[in-house]
């Protein structure tokens, strides 16, 4: 027999095998993949038993506080007395003093009937601050962060924590205008204290030794905190407790209920999963648990930062007096997911003079800048550039544009070398490590070819206005239809910035 022969006969033979390995592989693949779905589904199903159990506990302890409480009123006979119970009116009593203290005003629409309870509630406390706000940011950032369908399973409870009825007023239109499809959705919900939850700043004791100013704040900031879990509490299976200044990863939801899962699939206890490693942001509870935090923070609300009690509680409820068996305990029940979810990006904290720059190590490096290929063009501005980071060097793709403080009347100029027929634009200011540093108002303008008739406004020079740029310093959209060819692309700034500003991406695509 040939060689050639004897080749032929071992392909023949080997292919139907290779052919059944491969089949039987994918088989193998398919079934792996729908074992851990299986697994996923189990998981997801423990947890939102303990939600329901934790529900259903809570609303019979609230009916028997109603009855015992009928039952003292009709039943004082001598020599019969009942225990009273401690309750947050005993931790907080200016409470007390209001009928509608503890009063939960909604600013959202709720929708016809409700919703199922979540899997995943992030609670979100925000306050003014000197100049500054990262709401919309950080809202926008964990809704564009995550699949549509993956949100839908998540409820976003933002706390206004004032009672400033205009700023509040202010702050909840801006959402409903920014975010009123999560709001019918149910994916978001606004809510605000009423101003009897909050006591008379002036009987505050100073603890820590720390300035009466941080002492309100920090006291205030633990009460934020309680009002929003006793609000949250019944809403869904776990609570993750975020700050309004954040940023987070890609597809950090699923990777949130996966590890959640993961967990009561292999039956673990755990107390708190860690997704972020700065002080009280991206820690998640179970739900039932906050019964215990929110006890904590209304009993020492006035003695320590909400992050320096979840320690004490920890080591009360689970550690042995033995330290080094303490922290075994700790490292097993005290969960640290890794990279980081979430991480800190304000400098502006709402604690006035106070400059906060803690980054989360943990969290990795996100992208400072987006390349694009954009049409031959002279770049000019009169805006000084830091260092190496110019204005060329953000349209060529090769870093981002960070120039000081702009001034009414500067221009930021695109003119090209050929005239292009533009289909789009897009123009992004600020970064993950400086998010204030945006253009805010400024507008888009051209100086083109166009039809006859074009219903645009047009500025002294000629140039037609076809943009502006938004609270999140982005500038983005289509070019009308009746422009024909542009010869120049322009940012127009119309008034001072007291911060920098970072262009991190230019995409100018041509029809």
Request: charged share 25%; aromatic share 12%; with cysteine.
């Amino acid at each position: 027999m040939s060689r050639k022969k004897f080749l032929v006969i071992i392909i023949l033979g080997i292919f139907p095998a290779l052919m059944f390995l491969l089949s039987s592989f994918s088989d193998f693949k398919e079934d792996n993949e729908r074992h851990l779905e299986l697994l996923r589904n189990i998981g997801e199903l423990k947890g939102r038993l303990e939600h329901l159990e934790m529900r259903v506990s809570y609303r019979k302890a609230e009916q028997f506080i109603e009855v015992l409480s009928i039952h003292n009123l009709t039943n004082n006979s001598f020599g019969e007395s009942f225990l009273k119970m401690p309750s947050a009116f005993h931790y907080l009593p200016h409470l007390t003093n209001n009928i509608n203290s503890t009063r939960v005003k909604l600013h959202s629409p709720v929708k016809p009937g409700g919703r199922p309870p979540a899997t995943l509630v992030f609670g979100i406390p925000t306050v003014k601050r000197e100049g500054q706000s990262y709401l919309i940011a950080t809202l926008a950032n964990l809704f564009s962060s995550a699949p549509a369908k993956d949100l839908l399973d998540c409820l976003f409870i933002v706390l206004i924590a004032e009672t400033d009825e205009q700023l509040v007023e202010s702050i909840d239109v801006h959402m409903k205008e920014r975010f009123s499809k999560e709001m019918e959705q149910g994916i978001l919900q606004v809510i605000s204290p009423s101003e009897g939850y909050y006591p008379d700043w002036s009987t505050l004791k100073i603890t820590l030794d720390d300035p009466i100013e941080r002492v309100r704040w920090r006291t205030k900031q633990n009460l934020d905190y309680a009002f929003l879990m006793m609000y949250a509490q019944t809403q869904g299976t776990y609570y993750i407790q975020l700050e309004d200044d954040v940023l987070s990863l890609q597809d950090y939801v699923r990777r949130i209920k996966d590890y959640a899962f993961e967990m009561e699939k292999a039956k673990r206890s755990w107390f708190v999963a860690e997704f972020c490693q700065l002080g009280f942001i991206g820690k998640m509870f179970h739900s039932s648990d906050l019964t215990y935090m929110i006890q904590f923070f209304t009993m020492f609300h006035n003695d320590r930062p909400a992050d320096w009690l979840i320690d004490p509680l920890f080591e009360t409820r689970f550690c042995p007096v033995d330290q080094k068996k303490c922290r075994a305990v700790k490292k097993n029940l005290w969960l640290r997911y890794k990279p980081s979810l979430f991480q800190h990006v304000g400098t502006v904290s709402s604690l006035k003079g106070k400059v906060q720059k803690l980054k989360d190590k943990a969290f990795g490096k996100l992208p400072l800048f987006i390349p694009h290929t954009n049409p031959a063009a002279r770049v000019t501005t009169v805006i000084k550039a830091y260092k190496k980071h110019t204005i060329e060097s953000v349209y060529l793709g090769v870093n981002f544009f960070w120039g000081l403080s702009p001034q009414e009347g500067d221009i930021i100029s695109f003119k090209f070398t050929k005239p292009v027929k533009l289909k789009s634009y897009l123009v992004r200011s600020g970064n993950p490590e400086h998010p204030s540093d945006l253009l805010y108002n400024a507008t888009v303008e051209v100086s083109a070819s166009f039809k006859n008739s074009i219903n645009l406004s047009s500025v002294s020079d000629g140039f037609l206005v076809i943009g502006r740029f938004d609270e999140l310093g982005v500038a983005k959209g289509d070019v009308p239809e009746e422009i024909e060819e542009v010869y120049e692309f322009r940012l127009s700034i119309h008034s001072e910035s007291k911060n920098w500003v970072i262009i991190s991406e230019v995409s100018l695509e041509p029809r």
